[in-house]
């Protein structure tokens, strides 16, 4: 069956990544018809998409295998009937951050860094996000309220790095973006300011001339850590876009989660990583899953991700190993595994 909607996400995608991100697949039925799978061999869970709504962008669909249940694309975005497992050690804030919520938008966890929640949306919704119970509402403040957080970064002349996540800070428009990047900039102190996005891979129309302009212009170091987790997720108009980047000068790494069924195996990782060097970005680090409520059918052991460090450390030169580690609450950095 074919769809006005579905048939955008086979020929005919729009170059404009604002109305890609205005026609996002929001219904698993509408999912599984594009990719011709029957919802009766893997149900989706209503009750996770209900806490967790299924968002996937029209150009990351149009990259998942058809007929495939295992495609390691689609199982970073179903709703699996997993989801529902209750498991007491699990939680919704498992690295505890509104402990470290200082102002409103701002987490302030590290020594010389601190987090802005830029955004209160993803292009995305990967299942595993350890963000996914978040509160963004309360922790996204909009021009008006930025005040306290930027303050805050005035006042403090250890910060020297703004790191903005969210969400996905590159979900906002350009004309937020721009004002929030300036009103960094001008902060003296601050020599490096970080994006954290996934919205290059899954939507790499987004980055366009107006926001090479924006982050060009910016006095600050420029590093965008994007997120990928397989070499499937990056097609040409990926590599464009992160080549684009490189050309600007910023520093390109990736980080990814170590998932099971999804990237747990060395040829996978490494796959990944000689594509993304390729366009000159560099492995950062590759995360052990965090213990969120509803993901534990991600997890993957210690063991097995030193051992799959090792594999790669064999077959890779070290530029292109990432770093393995796990994010422990009241810890001042991450841990490192391997
Ligand atoms: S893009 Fe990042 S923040 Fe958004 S759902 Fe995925 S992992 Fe979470």
Redesign the pocket.
């Known amino acids: 069956m074919t769809t006005p909607a579905l048939s955008l996400i086979k020929s005919d995608l729009p170059e404009k990544w604002q109305e890609i991100l205005a026609d996002l697949i929001t219904d698993p039925k509408e999912l599984l018809d594009f990719l011709e799978l029957d919802e009766a061999d893997n149900p989706f869970s209503c009750k996770a998409i209900t806490q967790f709504p299924l968002i996937v962008p029209r150009p990351f669909a149009a990259r998942i295998e058809k007929g495939n249940w295992n495609d390691p694309l689609l199982l970073q975005v179903w709703p699996d009937l997993a989801e529902e497992a209750s498991d007491p050690l699990r939680s919704t804030d498992p690295l505890q951050e509104l402990n470290f919520n200082n102002e409103p938008g701002l987490l302030h966890k590290y020594r010389g860094r601190v987090l802005l929640t830029a955004a209160p949306h ?5 299942r ?5 119970h978040f509160d963004y509402d309360a922790n996204t403040p909009g021009r008006a309220r930025w005040t306290e957080a930027l303050d805050y970064i005035a006042q403090d002349r250890t910060i020297e790095e703004v790191i903005l ?4 800070p590159l979900a906002a428009a350009d004309g937020y973006l721009q004002w929030l990047l300036n009103e960094l900039d001008s902060i003296f102190h601050l020599r490096t300011v970080r994006i ?1 996005t ?1 919205l290059p891979i ?1 939507i790499p129309q987004r980055v366009t001339t107006e926001l090479r302009a924006i982050l060009k212009n910016l006095r600050c170091q420029v590093v965008i850590v994007v ?1 990928s987790n397989h070499r499937n997720e990056l097609d040409n108009r990926v590599f464009k876009a992160l080549s684009d980047l490189a050309d600007d000068g910023h520093v390109l790494l990736n980080q990814s ?1 170590l998932l099971k069924g999804v990237n747990d195996n060395a040829a996978s990782l490494i796959a990944l990583n000689k594509a993304l060097f390729s366009q000159r970005v560099l492995p950062y680090y590759l995360h052990l899953p965090d213990a969120v409520t509803g993901t534990g059918h991600f997890d993957v052991s210690d063991a097995k991700g030193r051992q799959l460090i090792d594999e790669l450390r064999n077959q890779l030169p070290g530029y292109l190993v990432p770093t393995l580690v796990r994010e422990e609450s009241g810890k001042q950095s991450k841990t490192r595994i391997a």
Request: proline share 0%; glycine share 10%; aromatic share 10%.
């Open positions: 993803c292009a995305i919704h990967c595993y996000c350890f963000r996914r996540s969210g969400g996905d954290h996934r899954v997120h989660v």
